[in-house]
């Protein structure tokens, strides 16, 4: 297991629709440890693949930091469940900026674990923010995309001068 180097704005693979996850094997396995590690590494509550330069839709999820509560998740699929929420926000591939986002308060996540099978799930509080926040990795979203034009200009300028 490894932690790997991140990709950081504006590598090009942040903004690419990630490929589904066709095969369930050991490779893909030994590719979600690698996530959670580099995510603990850096202190992060997510990580999805192509953050560390894979386009595939896989994420790794541990609002909590305890360990054993790790979700793993390939090929999701989220829907809104209500509500609204709008905390603040911030991104490993986005270094030295945060911003309030609006989001649903409630999703309901589809997907498949390591091993293929089906996962169903129903998330509030941060998790959800969470799962919106990797999710939209994999479609090339990055939280900054939710913002204003002058909000995000504002933001990067100052991340800039901060860096
Ligand atoms: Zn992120």
């Known amino acids: 297991m490894s932690v790997l180097p991140l990709c950081v704005l504006p590598h090009p693979v942040l903004r690419q629709q990630a490929q589904p996850v066709d095969s369930f094997t050991r490779g893909l396995r030994r590719m979600a440890m690698d996530l959670l590690d580099t995510m603990y590494a ?27 509560r790790e979700l793993i998740v390939a090929n999701p699929v989220l829907e809104p469940a209500g ?23 409630r999703v309901r996540l589809r997907g498949q674990d390591l091993s293929g099978h089906p996962l169903v799930l129903e998330a509030e509080g941060l998790l959800a923010i969470v ?16 913002l204003s034009w002058w909000q995000r200009r504002r933001l990067l300028w100052r991340a800039a001068r901060n860096a």
Do not use: M, T, Y
């Open 131 to 146: 799962l919106q926040h990797e999710v939209d990795h994999l479609g090339g979203r990055l939280f900054i995309d939710r």
């Open 83 to 105: 509500g609204r929420a709008r905390i603040v926000e911030g991104c490993l591939s986005v270094p030295k900026a945060w911003h309030r986002v609006r989001r649903s308060a």
């Open 42 to 68: 850096n202190d992060g509550v997510g990580l999805a693949a192509p953050q560390v330069g894979w386009s595939l839709q896989l994420f790794v999820a541990n609002p909590s930091q305890q360990a054993g």
